[in-house]
């Protein structure tokens, strides 16, 4: 099928390699020229793993242009995936996407057979496409799920497709449309393999509202499982608990899944902030309360200063000290740097006067680009932005950070006693110990603490009492099965 992009962004550009990689010939569509000409140099504005190998696979399928003219008349599918960012008070700021829409209605062709809406847009936003047109071509809302980090495995091994249609013609154009991913029959490229066992992909038919909604409630739940863990971890810390055993434990119960109960600098990203700000608008306009997503969001941006309390803390006044930070994508895989955790622990250690040396993998270009009021000294290695630190602060789980030869960086620190916070609970913490460096992290008690809280299995006289009340259940309670879909 003859398909165009509109908006070249993590989502667009991953979207349209894919359908490109699956045989479709595709236009991307961008009005930023500069980025335009990138791609078209073979240069590409973000990273993203394996993107580039990914399009050197596609070849003269895919091509980029930033004229309306040269992308949507001959186009049989149109999909949207222009930015949606929030607005100040929260909703979403739809004037890329109407704008986009109102482009496109403009030069549509008598071959469009449906629009693709793949942007997350709020409920309502769809049929406002569909009764901007008057019924052709069919509109559609495709919501994307796609992971930056693993935009291309994502895009090619989802874990279902939602469709929200409202006229078989738009259904059955998508099905058409993702065929080889529905059936799993392209060649899997030789870099990302299928997974095993994967031979069919869901297809989810919905109403519009229904798929707007369900994109927003599965990144809703998913920052609400990182803040859970994040209130646990909270409470591990005062009580003498591990979070990281306590999320194992959780984890190993089917019903609740060992992912995104990962305790820490909590989540950022351009998604799940502004997603869950447009739920709440959303649910302010119609007069609903949200408490869960309301606490979610509270719990998660108040992780990003007690990371500083925990400095403070430590090193009491902070004024004049230098700390280091690990990372500033607001997750590895990526060069993003929206609503990152790490920015705003980098603003606020700079607001109180501290000096803040900074290293990441990817994202330092970014950072100065987009951040010059931020006055962050930038470094080209962890060890050397560690040199002269009074603590290591790990804001991004970058792979390379975990594996950090804790030695080496103990000797760029002349001092005594120097500090690594682990904001992501992911470092080997005996590593970090056994050289000599004293370890901190959200919802671990310290070493020093752990010696004089009670070890699990030598339970204090108090825990006994509570442990032989536990132990005498009612004699005729009636035994609890299962509960599947919980
Ligand atoms: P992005 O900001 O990286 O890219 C948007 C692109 O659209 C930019 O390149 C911009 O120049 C272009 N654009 C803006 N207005 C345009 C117009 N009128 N015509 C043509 N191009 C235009 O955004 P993104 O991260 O790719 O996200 C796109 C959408 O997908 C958003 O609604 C987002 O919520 C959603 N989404 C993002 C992710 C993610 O991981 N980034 C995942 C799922 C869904």
């Known amino acids: ?29 961008d009005t930023d020229e500069v980025k335009v000409a990138g791609f ?28 309306y003219r040269e992308a949507i008349p001959e186009a049989e599918v149109i999909v949207i995936a222009v930015g949606t960012p929030a607005l100040p008070g929260g909703a979403a ?4 996407f109407r704008g986009a829409v109102g482009a496109v209605r403009q030069h549509l062709g008598l071959e469009a057979r449906a629009i693709v809406v793949k942007s997350t847009v709020p409920i309502g936003a769809t049929r406002e496409v569909a009764l901007s047109g008057g019924g052709s071509p069919s509109v559609v809302f495709c919501p994307e799920f796609l992971r930056e980090g693993s935009a291309i495995s994502d895009s090619l091994y989802p874990d279902r497709i939602v469709v929200g249609t ?17 059936e799993q029959t392209f060649e899997p490229p030789a870099f990302l393999p299928r997974p095993d066992g994967l031979k069919s992909v869901p297809l989810l ?3 519009w509202a229904s798929a707007e909604l369900s994109k927003y409630a599965a990144n809703a739940f998913l920052a609400t499982k990182i803040s859970f863990i994040n209130e646990m971890a909270t409470l591990a810390e005062k009580t003498g608990a591990d979070v990281t055993d306590v999320a194992r434990a959780m984890g190993l119960d089917r019903r609740i899944g060992d992912r995104f109960l990962e305790a820490g600098l909590g989540w950022g990203g351009s998604c799940f902030g502004k997603d869950t700000a447009e739920l709440l608008a959303t649910a302010r306009a119609n007069d609903v309360s949200l408490p869960i997503v309301q606490a979610a969001r509270e719990v998660n941006y108040s992780q990003r200063s007690r990371v500083v309390g925990l400095l ?32 705003d622990v980098a603003a606020e250690l700079l607001a109180e006067g501290v000096r803040v040396r900074a290293h990441d993998p990817v994202a330092i270009a970014r950072a100065r680009t987009e951040r010059p009021d931020l006055d962050i000294e930038y470094c080209d290695s962890p060890e050397e932005a560690a040199r002269g630190a009074d603590a290591v602060v790990l804001a991004t789980e970058w792979p390379e950070y975990l594996g950090l030869d804790w030695s080496r960086v103990k000797a760029a620190w002349p001092g005594v006693g120097p500090i690594v916070v682990d904001g992501r609970n992911a ?56 509960k599947g879909g919980r």
């Open 205 to 207: 038919a919905v109403s």
């Open 40 to 67: 078209k140099g073979g240069r590409l504005p973000l990273y993203q793993p394996g993107l580039a190998e990914f399009l050197t696979l596609v070849g003269h399928r895919l091509r980029f242009v930033s004229d």
């Open 1 to 29: 099928m003859r398909v165009a992009v509109v908006g070249c962004g993590y989502v667009g550009l991953a979207t349209g390699a894919t359908l490109a990689y699956l045989g479709h010939s595709v236009t991307c569509l």
């Open 166 to 182: 409202e006229d078989e013609r738009g259904l059955e154009t998508v099905k058409d449309l993702y065929r080889p991913i529905l």
């Open 427 to 482: 470092l080997d913490r005996e590593a970090v110990e056994g050289a000599g460096l004293r370890y901190r992290a959200f919802g671990r008690v310290s070493a020093a603490r752990a010696a004089v809280v009670p070890e699990a299995g030598v339970p204090s006289a108090i825990d006994e009492a509570a442990v032989a009340a536990a132990d005498k259940p009612p004699l005729r309670r009636a035994p609890r099965r299962p």
């Open 93 to 96: 700021d739809l004037r890329q």
């Open 312 to 343: 403070r803390a430590e090193l009491g006044p902070l004024g004049g000290r230098a700390v280091a930070l690990l990372g500033l994508a607001f997750k590895p895989g990526t060069d993003d740097l929206r609503d990152a955790p790490a920015m």
